[in-house]
């Protein structure tokens, strides 16, 4: 079962950062939150992941609060191409590596 | 690197039939993947774990005799839903675990669409 809460949809414009947020209240110590996202049938791409420090790689940035309880999936400067679904997803590194994925953020870019 | 491939990308297949769809590690090995289905408007439901050479462990619900999955390589996996009906029609996802440890993640293939008339 999904363990994670995100808004069902968000405004952002093109050019400006856009920050989803996601809360995990329940996450135990060794989840790792991780970040994808899907643009209309298609398969999920990949964004990032992380435990507990905070990551960045060429696509986005991950914050993650120090409770570890939420976190922000950043996209510094959003493009038209980033109106997705993006989904938020706790997975234990010794569970069976399952992905449960909650509703996810409707994400739509607005020029 | 890291990509999987689905084959077919889309399927429709009369009412009874059975239809397989393949999932491929590209250029790496997978130990494990993942089968998903996602109806309209709707999120992904996992529907099985497929580890190589074993048994493949499916979700609650789903039945295992209707959605055969076979994880003969580490590079390919394959998902049968045999006797088709309407209510089966739906984008089928898979994807492949990869990555070092400690650093591994799912990739996902672009997924097969299912119309069953």
């Known amino acids: 079962d999904a363990k994670t809460t995100q808004p069902p949809s968000m405004d952002c414009a093109e050019g400006r950062a856009a920050n989803l947020p996601c809360n995990h209240s329940t996450i135990s110590g060794n989840e790792y939150v991780y970040w994808y996202r899907q643009i209309h049938s298609q398969g999920p791409q990949y964004i990032i992941h992380?435990?507990?420090n905070n990551e960045t790689n060429e696509m986005a940035s991950l914050i993650i609060t120090e409770d570890r309880k939420s976190s922000t999936l950043i996209l510094p400067h959003a493009t038209l191409r980033d109106t997705a679904v993006y989904y938020c997803?706790?997975?234990?590194?010794?569970?069976?590596?399952?992905?449960?994925f909650g509703t996810g953020t409707s994400l739509t870019v607005i020029p | 690197g890291a990509v999987v491939s689905q084959h077919p990308s889309w399927v429709i297949c009369k009412s009874g039939t059975s239809v397989k769809i393949e999932c491929r590690s590209l250029d790496f090995q997978a130990t494990t993947m993942f089968w998903y289905r996602q109806f309209p408007k709707q999120s992904l439901m996992l529907m099985a774990t497929s580890n190589e050479g074993s048994k493949a462990t499916y979700e609650q619900g789903v039945e295992k005799d209707k959605f055969l999955i076979n994880h003969a390589s580490l590079t390919l996996s394959t998902l049968t839903v045999t006797s088709a009906h309407p209510e089966d029609s739906s984008f089928y996802i898979c994807?492949?675990?990869?990555?070092?440890?400690?650093?591994?993640?799912?990739?996902f293939g672009p997924g097969t669409r299912l119309t069953v008339l």
């Open positions: 997803i706790v997975r234990g590194s010794y569970t069976g590596n399952q992905f449960y």
């Open positions: 992380g435990l507990k």
């Open positions: 994807s492949a675990r990869g990555g070092t440890s400690g650093r591994d993640t799912q990739y």
